[in-house]
């Protein structure tokens, strides 16, 4: 049974800081690891990692995979309150009707 | 955005009552999936649909059934609402036939209560 286990479970920082989320996994025949953020509405779509020392940026969000060590981080840089979000990490494999089995996901808040 | 909407956003329904809920596309997606969620447990996947007439069971598909006779449409329905089934559900949408790309793009999410 793939596995996804996240931490730390939840995160307080105020605006400015830099945090790093963390991602582990167990999935057989491994295909991708997924980044979400979800507000309080539905997740939206960060970062799809693949190939393992890829780094993904997208302006002050970025995300590495290591797919020796099995684990993934989500780095944000300069936190801003919009940030507050849970941040969902998941896995999918090859021949799994593209199906994703998720983490509990991190609770982040930012301080002004 | 992917065009998904989801039918009813809110409902409240009493123990033992069908219910049935609705997804709708309009990306032409392959792949569509039906996820609960609920506190401590993040998303769980319920039930998925890899075609027409295509689907399959998820994680914790017990009291649940799915249909897609359409490409756009894909139906969850409670046989007999429960209260342990009361949760946010999501749809999700993923495959356009045109890409190969594994991510999924979600619903608006539906809240539903039994009581």
């Known amino acids: 049974e793939d596995k996804v286990v996240q931490s730390p479970l939840s995160l307080v920082v105020h605006e400015g800081d830099t945090v790093t989320l963390n991602c582990s996994y167990e999935v057989t025949n491994f295909r991708s690891l997924l980044w979400y953020k979800q507000e309080k509405k539905a997740p939206t779509f960060l970062f799809m990692l693949?190939?393992?020392?890829i780094e993904k940026k997208s302006g002050r969000l970025s995300s590495i995979l290591d797919k020796k060590e099995l684990f993934s981080i989500l780095n944000i840089t300069a936190t801003q309150t919009g940030d507050s979000a849970v941040y969902l990490c998941a896995v999918t494999s090859s021949g799994s009707a593209r199906q994703l089995t998720f983490g509990s996901g991190t609770q982040l808040t930012v301080l002004p | 955005d992917a065009g998904i909407t989801q039918s009813p956003r809110h409902k409240v329904t009493e123990t033992g009552t069908p219910v049935t809920l609705r997804c709708h596309q309009t990306e032409n997606h392959r792949y569509m999936y039906w996820y609960r969620q609920d506190p401590g447990h993040g998303l769980r996947l319920i039930h998925y649909?890899?075609?027409?007439?295509?689907?399959d069971k998820g994680e914790v598909s017990d009291g649940y059934s799915v249909s897609r006779s359409k490409t756009e449409d894909f139906l969850l329905t409670l046989e007999s609402a429960t209260s342990s089934q009361t949760s946010v559900y999501f749809c999700?949408?993923?495959?356009?036939?045109?890409?190969?790309?594994?991510?999924?793009?979600f619903g608006p999410g539906t809240r539903l209560t039994v009581t």
């Open positions: 649909s890899y075609g027409v007439k295509d689907t």
């Open positions: 693949t190939s393992s020392g």
């Open positions: 999700a949408i993923s495959g356009r036939s045109d890409r190969s790309s594994y991510e999924q793009y």
